[in-house]
């Protein structure tokens, strides 16, 4: 862990294939959160009823879920998105949850807590292993060490 761009395991290791691993779960299961809370699909949110488009801080929640969740899931722009997860989960706690209680097992906030800060590990490891940015060229560039690139001489 020679830089902050390289926090994470390296690349190829099991630590790499597990954090890809924890990332596309957790990532999926955020994603279905937002999908509930806007469409009732696959099942229906809490209390059963969608939150009203435009309405705080449910369907903005949501669609964090949905779109930061989903590219988390496939691992695109995963420190930013999992960071904006991440923080959303920590507002959930602090302003939704901490009303009824400190304790998260008190207030019902177990889940954001462990949202939180399951998004901030990735957002401070990066992706893992099976991430789609890996396979894009301009991230490929980015990975490419002063070391890796040996000057020529003609």
């Known amino acids: ?78 420190r930013i998105a999992a960071l904006l997860c991440s923080g959303s989960m920590a507002y959930a706690f602090l302003f939704v949850h901490l009303k009824t209680g400190v304790l998260p097992i008190q207030n019902g906030g177990e889940g954001a807590v462990l949202f939180c800060w399951s998004f901030f590990l990735v957002a401070i490891l990066g992706p893992g292993a099976f991430a789609v940015d890996a396979l894009l060229p301009s991230r490929a560039l980015r990975r490419t060490t002063p070391a890796d690139v040996a000057p020529t001489r003609g």
């Open 1 to 78: 862990m020679s830089s902050e761009a390289n926090a994470g395991p390296a690349p190829g290791g099991r630590g790499a294939v597990v954090l890809g691993l924890f990332r596309i779960l957790v990532g999926l299961s955020f994603t279905i959160h937002g999908l509930s809370g806007l469409f009732a699909w696959p099942v229906a949110p809490h209390g059963g009823h969608v939150a009203a488009i435009g309405s705080w801080p449910s369907w903005w929640a949501s669609v964090i879920q949905l779109v930061a969740g989903g590219l988390v899931t496939l691992g695109i722009g995963t």
